[in-house]
């Protein structure tokens, strides 16, 4: 297999991996810390490695707007944003999923205001999670760039026709750098072929889209677009599977599970965080204890087989999140007990809630967070802060 070597930051990873897919469009609006896939892009642009009309429009929302009108006439678009940003754009985000255009857009995830942060956690992109996109958190700068690729083959399969959200840790991922396999540009022509579609404007084939309905059929279009959604999951499974087999590198479908097969408890993660916490079981696991480590790498679709399959195997599970959902627990906490309710053995299950507004976990929280897994066979708390810089008095 032809390939070659490069040293790049996540956000670098990304631009490159947008090049290979061949968008014809790149609406453009920069905002920290996504700014540098934007740059790269236009850079690729202007030295003509890559063929694409580049749209810097005024805002997200017209980022978003513009993506929409190139995906209505068959083209495919490419856009980026991240935290406000992508909240700017959230009535176009329902639009686009609505009309079910393919278009692929980079989240960096970022902390939402107030207080106003640059820093990074994964409230933004999980406060979308009901507007009907496919979201993937990636791990490292390589499962960007090869996500890039595999996004647009999923998001454009006709049987899916899904909006397509790859989200990267905003500055842990977008702003580190390392060494990545850059594939060929022919092979990855064979594997995502120019975009055809029938879902389009046409002058040969009118056709009314982004339309409005009655009550006598909007949720008719609605459970369609259910079925769409939880039918993409066996088409992320194969266009992975084929990935692995073209270019050597494939990511487990929806989940990846380390470790977990004897294991007396495992925490779930999401996104980069990951890979610390793949240390620290290697750590414990020498000094004997059995743990393991799960990650979600779909959001929507959820998950649920794998999840439940976990629960079947495991008595104790953490779900470590970067993200609280005000009044309740954490997002990603709430969508694993939903699936595992319909298990008839009880999993003791407990939410760790940390990382906000860009804070550091560390390996002595993920070791205190297994620590506390191990030894109690019940959990008193749902949610624990972890990582607080102070007590705060109820």
């Given amino acids: 297999m032809k390939s070659n070597r490069k040293f ?6 990304v631009a490159l991996g947008v090049r290979l897919a061949r968008p014809h469009i790149i609406s453009a609006y920069p905002i920290t810390p996504q700014t540098i896939v934007v740059e790269r892009l236009a850079d690729f ?16 929302h017209s980022a978003m707007a513009a993506a929409m009108g190139v995906s209505s006439v068959g083209a495919r678009a490419f856009t980026a944003t991240s935290s406000q940003g992508l909240l700017h ?42 507007s009907g996109w496919i979201q993937v958190y990636v791990e490292d700068a390589q499962e960007a760039l090869d996500m890039m690729i595999q996004a647009y083959k999923v998001a454009e399969n006709p049987e899916v026709m899904t909006p397509f959200m790859v989200n990267l840790d905003g500055f842990v991922l977008t702003h580190t750098y390392e060494p990545i396999e850059l594939p060929e540009q022919e092979m990855v022509d064979q594997f995502l072929p120019m975009y055809q579609t029938g879902n389009k404007m046409s002058m040969d084939e009118p056709k009314s889209l982004c ?45 990846e599970s380390y470790r977990c097969d004897d294991a007396d408890a495992v925490l779930m993660t999401l996104g980069s965080v990951t890979g610390t916490v793949r240390c620290v079981v290697d750590e414990l696991r020498e000094k004997g204890f059995k743990v393991g480590v799960f990650k979600i790498r779909f959001m929507r679709p959820f998950p ?21 959902s005000f009044g309740n627990e954490g997002t990603v906490f709430t969508n694993v007990n939903s699936a595992l309710m319909a298990l008839d053995t009880k999993v003791q299950s407990k939410n760790y809630v940390g990382g906000l507004g860009g804070r550091d976990i560390t390996k002595d929280h993920i070791r205190a967070i297994f620590m506390d897994l191990l030894n109690h066979d019940r959990f008193e708390e749902r949610v624990e802060f972890i990582g607080m810089g102070c007590e705060i008095n109820e």
């Fill in 8 to 13: 790049v930051s996540g956000d670098e990873a």
């Fill in 45 to 60: 642009v202007e030295d003509g490695s890559l063929k694409a009309e580049y749209m810097h429009v005024e805002s997200e």
């Fill in 89 to 130: 754009m959230a009535e176009c985000v329902h639009y686009a999923s609505g009309a079910r255009f393919p278009i692929v857009m980079m989240n960096a995830n970022r902390s939402i205001a107030v207080p106003w942060s640059i820093y990074g956690d994964q409230r933004d992109s999980l406060s979308m999670l009901d």
């Fill in 211 to 255: 339309f409005s309905t009655s009550p006598a059929d909007n949720q008719e279009f609605k459970v369609m677009q259910h079925m769409a959604m939880e039918g993409s999951v066996d088409v992320i499974r194969q266009v992975d599977a084929e990935y692995g087999k073209v270019f050597g590198r494939s990511y487990h479908g929806l989940t």
């Fill in 304 to 324: 649920k087989d794998e999840v439940m399959a976990l629960g079947k195997a495991v008595s104790k599970l953490g779900v470590l999140e970067k993200n609280i």
